[in-house]
């Protein structure tokens, strides 16, 4: 894949370090590579957004989906998964992840994690959207993310990996054959390392999470700005499946103008037996589907929607007084702690919700063992499309596959180090492209974009909706190009200017396939296109990146995803 020679407005790299593989994100997937990179012997550096601990794994409340109850099965697991996908999953992807995920589980809990347990001593399973079995191993009742994030640092500091922390990732960095050499990363604020440099290593790992900020309200943290997904379309890979933007259908609703990162209220609620009602306390999820509220969440969120429109509201209702206070209290403190802080009493109340921006089921396309497009670059977790969740993500299978998939990634890192002396080569990187860096927004974009966003390319999209959307991004888009054009100047570079260009990076491609996409599927729900069309777009939408800076949209021919061919030299192309 020919690399695109477009990057960031920066300056250039002060310092660097070198090492054999550089991961950048410090989520399930982003540490658990690193360990497992580590335990192979290859010297490991990790480049963290935040702190260790800060990123979207620590916010996972309902838990990590495994068939590790009697009775349950890999088959079984399997089946739900490419039922919630709609059509798209990646099966063999999706065998991968159920048959490996029980002993992955299992390697999780030997490295330190604590799920609860019964009084027997066996861990306590329980049911979520689209499951049909108690699969759902949980920590600390609602604080699952927490829990493993906890365990997962702790071992990486134990073991002394090298980490840089409060580090935003800029481009990635390619040697003259245009294999993978390391990245480009500002450090914030005092430390060790300080404004802009670089780690050069053969081999880069993204697991920089999701793209949730891209939306005025979500359930993502702040550093959720799509970083991950705007670095691989530069460095010129593809991307994929990213119109399948999943929107949570329980988030605690704080009014219509609430933006930023929202409480989630965990699927785990529902499965523990919430019930979902309109302001006359009416259950509408009854006779939709046979799992009612335990449906697959784009059925719950439409669900939702719909009900919002017949009564022209703002949000709807989870009603869970039937808990009792010892239940909130055991089960769920965190969620029943995030609503009183909010002025809302669970024990005594129903609990205002509305769908948000959750989860991004596509993202960087890889393989089964990580590789994306460009030769030595890998993904997993939320950013990666391994065709795993293919048009919506069952629940707690996320967690899963960052554990399941970053051990294939380190496990092929250590390979090719054997097979091709990885570890002996150290990488050279080019120097920058000579032709102009890519022009940086205005910080206050990043909230035009969000606007933009939700109104155009939300739960409801059509074809009016999306091409306003797609209008309004190529203005901010040509406004920053024209500007650089004319006198050569762009918005001074800092965080929140490379986050707003990254965010309209991502905003862009994911218009760009949700308009193409003109079927209802999964997550993605277009009004004017209500149906399913698997005659027509039973397949994946491909995006890449050109050396212009327009999108190249394209789908694949079946629902399978095409072998990832990797070319080392773009100057062959």
């Known amino acids: 894949m020919t690399s695109t020679g477009i990057r960031l407005h920066a300056p250039a790299p002060g310092w660097h370090i070198t090492a054999d593989v550089v991961v950048v994100g410090s989520g399930v997937a982003g540490l658990t590579a690193a360990l497992r990179c580590e335990a192979a012997g290859l010297t490991t550096v990790v480049v963290t957004k935040a702190r260790l601990d ?11 989906a495994a068939a590790l109850g009697e009775g349950d099965t890999p088959e079984q697991h399997l089946a739900d998964t490419l039922v919630a996908g709609a059509g798209l999953c990646d099966e063999e992807a999706v065998r991968i992840l159920v048959t490996e ?23 306590e399973l329980t049911r979520e959207g689209g499951h049909h079995r108690r699969r759902i191993a949980h920590a600390g009742g609602d604080a699952t993310g927490a829990e493993i994030s906890r365990a997962l640092v702790e071992a990486v500091r134990a073991r002394g990996l090298r980490t840089v922390e409060n580090a935003l990732v800029l481009d990635l960095l390619t040697d003259a054959e245009g294999r993978t050499a390391g990245v480009t990363l500002h450090v914030m604020g005092e430390g060790q390392h300080d404004g802009v440099g670089a780690v050069h290593a053969p081999a880069v790992v993204l697991a920089t999470g999701g793209m949730g900020q891209v939306f005025s309200a979500t359930t993502n943290p702040s550093v959720s700005t799509g970083d991950g997904v705007a670095l691989a379309l530069r460095a010129g890979a593809e991307v994929s499946d990213l119109e399948f933007v999943q929107f949570h259908p329980t988030v605690l609703f704080l009014g219509a103008d609430a933006e930023g990162q929202q409480p989630l209220v965990s699927e785990a609620v ?30 719950v969120a439409k669900g939702i929607m719909r009900r919002m429109q017949e009564r022209d509201a703002e949000h709807m209702f989870l009603d869970a007084r039937h808990f009792g206070a010892e239940m909130w209290e055991h089960r769920f403190p965190t969620i029943l ?3 009183r802080a909010n002025g809302i009493d669970p024990v005594t109340e129903p609990i205002p919700i509305a769908p948000a921006a959750h989860y ?3 993202g960087v396309r890889t393989d089964a063992r990580g590789r994306t497009t460009v030769p030595g670059l890998y993904a997993c977790g939320e950013v990666a499309c391994t065709g795993v969740h293919g048009a919506n993500r069952l629940a707690s299978n996320s967690l899963l596959e960052g554990l399941v998939y970053a051990e294939r990634i380190a496990a092929d890192i250590a390979s090719a180090r054997e097979e091709d002396g990885l570890h002996a080569r150290v990488p050279a990187p080019v120097p920058d492209p000579g032709r102009p860096a890519h022009p940086l927004l205005a910080a206050e974009s990043r909230f035009a974009i969000q606007r933009i966003m939700s109104e155009g390319a939300g739960v409801l999209r059509s074809e009016e909706s999306l091409a306003k959307a797609a209008d309004q991004l190529q203005r901010l888009h040509g406004e920053a190009r024209d500007a ?17 260009t990254n965010l309209l990076c991502v905003a862009r491609a994911l218009v760009a396939a949700a308009r193409l996409r003109e079927e209802t599927r999964g997550c993605h729900w277009r009004e004017d296109h209500a149906e399913r069309d698997d005659s027509g777009w039973r397949r994946h939408i491909v995006v890449r990146l050109g050396p212009d800076r327009s999108l190249a949209v394209h789908t694949t021919e079946t629902a399978d995803f095409p072998p990832v061919r990797q070319n080392p030299r773009p100057q062959e192309q």
């Open 484 to 500: 650089l054009d004319e006198n050569g100047k762009t918005s001074e570079p800092g965080v929140d200017t490379w986050e707003a």
């Open 337 to 339: 702690a995030a609503c």
């Open 270 to 299: 529902r499965g523990e037996g919430a019930h979902l009602v309109d302001a006359d306390g009416v259950r509408f999820m009854t006779g939709q589907h046979e799992l009612a509220e335990l449906a697959p969440r784009d059925i």
């Open 54 to 64: 800060d990123g979207s794994t620590r916010w996972a409340q309902g838990g990590i």
């Open 360 to 362: 991004a089921s596509g």
């Open 101 to 123: 995920g029980p002993d992955a589980v299992r390697r999780l809990i030997d490295t330190g994690a604590h799920f609860d347990e019964s009084s027997e001593g066996e861990l």
